[in-house]
């Protein structure tokens, strides 16, 4: 398994801000990915964050609105740009380790007002 | 397109009693397939995988799930449930590998699993 974790743990933001939340491994880690589980409901892919080069998007989401880094093999930044209501939720990093498995962080609640 | 259903949004069971959380899936190839759990304000929890093998696989806190290719299905059990066992429970299914490694969750819309005493 992983130990990871994720900071903030909960924030509330004025719309129209942006909030940067990192993801930290304890190990290092080829693939991460960022979910978003908006209230109620199941987690969709936002991306899959590759070290050294770009991020890749799921359908329905943009770099610009999402803007994400891999800078080494333990650490991944997720940005929420410009920030509305509809953007409150929860959003989750997690890593594979070389295995099928996927390992999640605590999440960041997020609350848009 | 691959997929994930969890027909029922809750299921409530007494203590003591067996539970079954069901999941079917649709791929089309051969089905990576994962039950999570999630406690209140707590990430993801993973608790078993099937990939290939025995149809039968345990997982962490007592659960198992039998993989049914027949009926495509991925049901999540347990013997004898635990009011503790109360959170809401995720299957998903991996689409095609990216790298050979890790690869896209698809997931089910959630069961919420309620124990009473």
């Known amino acids: 398994s992983a130990v990871i974790s994720q900071k903030p743990s909960r924030d509330i933001c004025q719309r129209g801000t942006s909030l940067t939340i990192q993801c930290q491994v304890d190990s290092q880690v080829t693939m991460m990915f960022w979910y978003r589980q908006q209230p109620g409901q199941s987690l969709t892919l936002i991306a899959t964050?590759?070290?050294?080069?770009?991020?890749?998007?799921e359908s329905g989401f943009v770099i610009d609105k999402f803007p994400i880094s891999r800078p080494n093999l333990t650490f991944s930044t997720l940005t929420v740009s410009n920030m509305s209501p509809e953007d409150s939720s929860i959003y989750l990093c997690?890593?594979?380790?070389?295995?099928?498995?996927?390992?999640f962080g605590p999440g960041t609640r997020l609350l848009v007002l | 397109a691959q997929s994930v259903a969890q027909p029922e949004d809750q299921v409530n069971v007494a203590e003591g009693n067996p539970l079954t959380v069901k999941c079917t899936y649709s791929v089309s190839g051969n089905p990576y397939l994962f039950w999570y759990v999630q406690y209140p304000n707590r990430g993801l929890q993973f608790l078993l995988k099937?990939?290939?093998?025995?149809?039968l696989v345990k997982g962490s806190y007592g659960f198992e799930a039998e993989f049914n290719k027949s009926q495509t299905s991925f049901h999540l059990k347990k013997p004898s449930a635990l009011v503790s066992d109360s959170a809401l429970y995720f299957c998903a299914v991996r689409d095609e590998v990216i790298y050979n490694q890790g690869g896209k969750l698809i997931f089910g819309q959630g069961t919420e699993l309620s124990v009473k005493p």
């Open positions: 099937y990939i290939t093998g025995d149809n």
């Open positions: 964050a590759n070290q050294g080069s770009e991020a890749t998007y």
């Open positions: 997690s890593v594979a380790k070389g295995g099928e498995t996927q390992y």
